[in-house]
Nanobody, 121 residues
């Protein structure tokens, strides 16, 4: 059983910053690519960012490039999403996800419960 737990969501004004964190147990983290997805009200869940098992490669949705940064600390079994210059359209439930192998070239197989991010204008 893989449990992913997100934290760090909240309410922030446009232009502000938030840092999301995702944690899980050691045996289910360091050997796998990880990612962040989000789902806004009335919309389908969409990809935000992904990172390989070692952290040497990352990928971002065009809508967040230059504003969001994904990172991981395998020693702490944690992944992060630093979100800067937030916009009202970034408002969504953000989900942590784990892929099935070292790289993010397939669909995630495990999901967290989500954390709400609300950006006010």
């Amino acid at each position: 059983q893989v449990h992913l737990v997100e934290s760090g969501g909240g309410l922030v004004q446009a232009g502000g910053s938030l840092r999301l964190s995702c944690g899980t147990s050691g045996r289910t983290f360091s050997g796998y690519a990880m990612g962040w997805f989000r789902q806004a009200p009335g919309k389908e869940r969409e990809f935000v960012a992904a990172i390989t098992w070692s952290g040497d490669l990352t990928n971002y949705a065009d809508s967040v490039k230059g504003r969001f940064t994904i990172s991981r600390d395998n020693a702490k079994n944690r992944m992060y999403l630093q979100m800067n210059s937030l916009k009202p359209e970034d408002t969504a439930v953000y989900y942590c996800a784990r892929y099935s192998d070292l790289y993010y070239n397939s669909d995630p197989v495990y999901w967290g419960q989500g954390t709400q991010v609300t950006v006010s204008s």
